[in-house]
T-cell receptor, first 113, second 111 residues
Framework: NAGVTQTPKFRVLKTGQSMTLLCAQDMNHEYMYWYRQDPGMGLRLIHYSVGEGTTAKGEVPDGYNVSRLKKQNFLLGLESAAPSQTSVYFC????????????FGEGSRLTVL | KQEVTQIPAALSVPEGENLVLNCSFTDSAIYNLQWFRQDPGKGLTSLLLIQSSQREQTSGRLNASLDKSSGRSTLYIAASQPGDSATYLCAVIYNFNKFYFGSGTKLNVKP
């Protein structure tokens, strides 16, 4: 019953460094999402994918890239981290059925110094 | 952009009280509505999913209702306990699995 798993759970970066967050789901879901959550801003959609090999921009995509090479994995990359990217990042997945129930990972806390 | 509003932003109640959390949305053409719970430092846990054809869903002490025509959903928590203290978020689901979140209600249940 792993559901949605995110790695790493915590990371500290220096400005300008790069990193990748990995999201894996074992529910055979087509849709996967990356959100960031900041105090007073709520959940904001960064990028999403509607199936293997597809990606699309969400509400706040600048400074991030994503890839969905395998159906079960959705990667979020920061090429040149900035302090404004300090946040908690959540991955989520849902099926194609219009029940659309969303399942979240535990989150990845990223600090950019 | 779809607007999802949750009122109140924070709520503090004594243990044992019944309470209602509110979620309102501007576009009534929803597919489903989902309620989540988030504990500090944790991810979002799904509580209840209401499909657009349903009026309510129940799970234990939780009951969620949906009124599409008025753009409202309520989450009713019966006999609240300190363990219910968390932030509760609603998400409105539109076609093609588009989710819009409210900013949440932070609940504190005092022993």
């Amino acid at each position: 019953n792993a559901g949605v798993t995110q790695t790493p759970k915590f990371r500290v970066l220096k400005t300008g460094q790069s990193m990748t967050l990995l999201c894996a789901q074992d529910m055979n879901h087509e849709y996967m999402y990356w959100y960031r959550q900041d105090p007073g801003m709520g959940l904001r959609l960064i990028h999403y994918s509607v199936g293997e090999g597809t990606t699309a921009k969400g509400e706040v995509p600048d400074g991030y890239n994503v890839s969905r090479l395998k159906k079960q994995n959705f990667l979020l990359g920061l090429e040149s981290a900035a302090p404004s990217q300090t946040s908690v990042y959540f991955c989520a997945s849902s099926s194609t059925e219009n029940t659309g129930e969303l399942f979240f990972g535990e989150g990845s806390r990223l600090t950019v110094l | 952009k779809q607007e999802v509003t949750q009122i109140p932003a924070a709520l503090s109640v004594p243990e044992g009280e019944n309470l209602v959390l509110n979620c309102s949305f501007t576009d009534s053409a929803i597919y489903n509505l989902q309620w989540f719970r988030q504990d500090p430092g944790k991810g979002l846990t799904s509580l209840l999913l209401i499909q657009s054809s349903q009026r309510e869903q129940t799970s234990g002490r939780l009951n969620a209702s949906l009124d599409k025509s008025s753009g409202r959903s309520t989450l009713y928590i019966a006999a609240s306990q300190p363990g219910d203290s968390a932030t509760y978020l609603c998400a409105v689901i539109y076609n093609f699995n588009k989710f819009y979140f409210g900013s949440g209600t932070k609940l504190n249940v005092k022993p």
